[in-house]
């Protein structure tokens, strides 16, 4: 494949899913640095969000791509240099089930064939999770901090029905496997807790395992505008690799669960009596250093 540069083709780009914060968000910014965008939504009904004034650009075309449509991301990519790629689970399949797995691995395989496919393509930013990281039996044990470098375990993860983690955990190695398979240029994002709507609700499956995960000191938390520079950075620096880890905030103490409760949580059931009363701190015990270093010098 072509090495990444800004010539011809190269500063287009496909977004997918384009309707969600993430996506969406990510549309304006690489708009406003001048790329041309192909925002792939999944439902008719989320083309609206890039109506009106807002979107009123020459460099935005709107394509409706399902990730189970092999056919519909072809169209979605043709003419990209790169894409950016995050799963949001459809309308009618709002909570993560131990099925979600099946379906997210699917539409992984599908967008990675078609990258392998399309000719112009130099690089995917694959949008995964830190919960496809944090979950092993050894995490308390481990002598360093968890990084990038670990995988969550699946039979763990079925064990205790971390859902999410799951499909996460499997989606992004079968995305690494036809990656490396079929020599697609790929690095993933593995992100934190996103703070932004319609993510901050207490039924949000990120979440399952939320005292466990403060507790090990691995329940991080990521800004959006953050974790967009960090797409942007990993897709335009040319020696980005493999996997990172995304977050800019660790739960650690009670203060800081607290404040996060507040936001998920109706004012009665955010804060206890036990909960004021508690002044532990619990140690960091996990790492975004790769990150940090190569977006050092990124201007966002």
């Not at 901050?200 to 990521?222: H, R, S």
């Not at 505008?225 to 103490?253: K, P, T």
């Amino acid at each position: 494949m072509a090495p990444a540069s800004f010539t011809q083709n190269s500063k287009t780009v496909c977004v997918m899913d384009a309707s969600g914060s993430l996506g969406s968000t990510l549309v304006e910014r690489l708009l406003y640095k001048g790329y041309t965008v192909h925002a792939a939504v999944q439902n008719h009904g989320e083309l609206q969000c890039f109506e009106g004034e807002h979107y009123d650009n020459k460099k935005l075309r709107v394509f409706h791509s399902d990730p189970l449509d092999y056919h519909s991301i072809m169209d979605a990519l043709k003419g990209c240099s790169g894409l950016f790629y995050s799963f949001e689970p459809s309308s009618d399949q709002l909570t993560y089930d131990e099925f979600m797995a099946e379906v997210e691995v699917r539409a992984a395989h599908n967008v990675l064939e078609a990258c392998a496919r399309t000719d112009t393509i130099d690089k995917v930013v694959f949008t995964s999770s830190a919960t496809a990281v944090i979950w092993r039996d050894d995490r308390n044990t481990m002598s360093s901090d968890i990084d990038e470098r670990h995988w969550s375990d699946t039979n763990l993860c079925r064990k205790f029905k971390l859902w999410h983690a799951l499909s996460k955990t499997l989606a992004e190695k079968t995305a690494w496997a036809l990656a490396m398979d079929r020599g697609v240029n790929m690095v993933s994002i593995n992100g934190g807790f996103l703070m932004a709507p319609p993510h901050l609700t207490i039924k949000n499956p990120y979440l399952k395992g939320a005292a466990e995960m403060y507790e090990d000191g691995v329940f991080v938390t990521v800004d959006l505008n953050f974790i967009v520079d960090s797409h942007i950075c990993i897709f335009e620096n040319v020696s980005s690799y493999g996997r990172y880890l995304c977050f800019n905030h660790v739960i650690s103490c009670n203060k800081d669960a607290t404040k996060l409760a507040h936001i998920l949580l109706p004012p009665s059931e955010a804060c206890s009596p036990e909960r004021l009363e508690d002044t532990r701190v619990y140690q960091q015990r996990i790492s975004s250093k790769k990150l940090n270093k190569l977006m050092m010098d990124f201007e966002s």
